[in-house]
T-cell receptor
Framework: AQSVTQLGSHVSVSEGALVLLRCNYS??????LFWYVQYPNQGLQLLLKYTSAATLVKGINGFEAEFKKSETSFHLTKPSAHMSDAAEYFC????????????FGTGTRLQVFP | EPEVTQTPSHQVTQMGQEVILRCVPI?????FYWYRQILGQKVEFLVS????????KSEIFDDQFSVERPDGSNFTLKIRSTKLEDSAMYFCASAGVADPTDTQYFGPGTRLTVL
């Protein structure tokens, strides 16, 4: 079965600094990968997704992620953090073509300091 | 922008009681899901639902759980006899198609606390 590992339950950056949130997956077949964000008291919102097209995926709010098969990674980055980026970020994978359920990582809480 | 809504935002119940968590999916969506997140743990898939029947369920979704779409708009999750370990955040999601690449839209969650 596929799984997702998010390294670092908490990440703190200064406003304007690079944001790097790590996600590694395990899969024996090409996966579909997603990053969701949860702002306080809101639902999970899709930031971006990889569906086997371009390996560098651009999402909303200036975020992007690169699918690296050799490293089984799908790390989320943003060149310059903004205070409004403070939230919980979840990496997820869909298992295979026979199912549409999502398998999530444990999440990473991003704090942005002024 | 259309969104998934869930009620209540927080539910407190006694062990052994029945609870019903409610969700209103996006109106033209046909595929519905429940996930849950126990504090400090991963978001876990519970069940998917399409055409008035369960499409897939996880090992967590035992006989104590049931789902239904009673009136064409609400999508509910019922836990018949709650246990302490059912305490979690429950997320509802909906999608337009059942494709692993399609976006699932999530609600804000219901925090269930079982005492």
């Amino acid at each position: 079965a596929q799984s997702v590992t998010q390294l670092g339950s908490h990440v703190s950056v200064s406003e304007g600094a690079l944001v790097l949130l790590r996600c590694n997956y395990s899969s024996s077949v090409p996966p579909y990968l997603f990053w969701y964000v949860q702002y306080p008291n809101q639902g999970l919102q899709l930031l971006l997704k990889y569906t086997s097209a371009a390996t560098l995926v651009k999402g909303i709010n200036g975020f992007e992620a690169e699918f690296k098969k050799s490293e089984t990674s799908f790390h989320l980055t943003k060149p310059s953090a903004h205070m409004s980026d403070a939230a919980e970020y979840f990496c997820a994978v869909s298992e295979d073509l026979d199912t549409d359920k999502l398998i999530f990582g444990t999440g990473t809480r991003l704090q942005v300091f002024p | 922008e259309p969104e998934v809504t869930q009620t209540p935002s927080h539910q407190v119940t006694q062990m052994g009681q029945e609870v019903i968590l409610r969700c209103v999916p996006i109106s033209n969506h046909l595929y519905f899901y429940w996930y849950r997140q126990i504090l400090g743990q991963k978001v876990e898939f519970l069940v998917s639902f399409y055409n008035n029947e369960i499409s897939e369920k996880s090992e967590i979704f035992d006989d104590q759980f049931s789902v239904e779409r009673p009136d064409g708009s609400n999508f509910t999750l019922k836990i018949r006899s709650t246990k302490l370990e059912d305490s979690a955040m429950y997320f509802c999601a909906s999608a337009g198609v059942a494709d692993p690449t399609d976006t699932q839209y999530f609600g804000p969650g219901t925090r269930l606390t079982v005492l």
